[in-house]
């Protein structure tokens, strides 16, 4: 069955790394839904569990709509102003974190355009393919 690269780029939209889990590319999938929610999570602790406004700094308010998860978290989760739980030097540093995860996603959005569909036999890129069997003496 064949899938359609545009529901895979709504889904890594969604959440990073679903489109390439749809696109059968479970390794991919796995490392870059773990890298981008840590970036994003450790972004979320060093600006002290403040979101950007837009205000502050129009880019990084941006970069927020990177994918659904990060835009959605801004969202869910009302920024109720300083909490003096990190030093005030890290909200900057915390802030491009976060900025980059959301705009990391669009660039493995665009990475589907280019990927097709893994065949079920085939080995996963980047991996080597299965040994030949070996030759009976």
């Not at 980059?100 to 097709?116: C, E, R, W």
Request: aromatic share 14%.
């Amino acid at each position: 069955m064949k899938r359609d690269p545009l529901i895979a780029i709504a889904l890594a939209w969604v959440l990073p790394g679903l489109g390439h889990l749809f696109l059968g590319r479970p390794r991919k999938a796995l490392f870059f839904f773990a890298t981008l929610t840590l970036t994003y999570l450790l972004g979320y602790v060093l600006a002290d569990f403040r979101f950007v406004r837009f205000d502050d700094n129009p880019f990084y308010y941006v970069g927020r709509y990177g994918s659904a998860l990060t835009w959605f978290a801004t969202w869910l989760i009302r920024d109720n102003g300083p909490r003096g739980i990190t030093p005030l030097e890290f909200y900057e540093p915390g802030l491009l974190y976060m900025c980059a995860a959301g705009l990391l996603n669009v660039v493995l959005v665009l990475n589907l355009l280019s990927l097709k569909e893994a065949p079920a036999d085939s080995p996963q890129q980047g991996e080597s393919p299965p040994a030949p069997p070996a030759a009976e003496a």
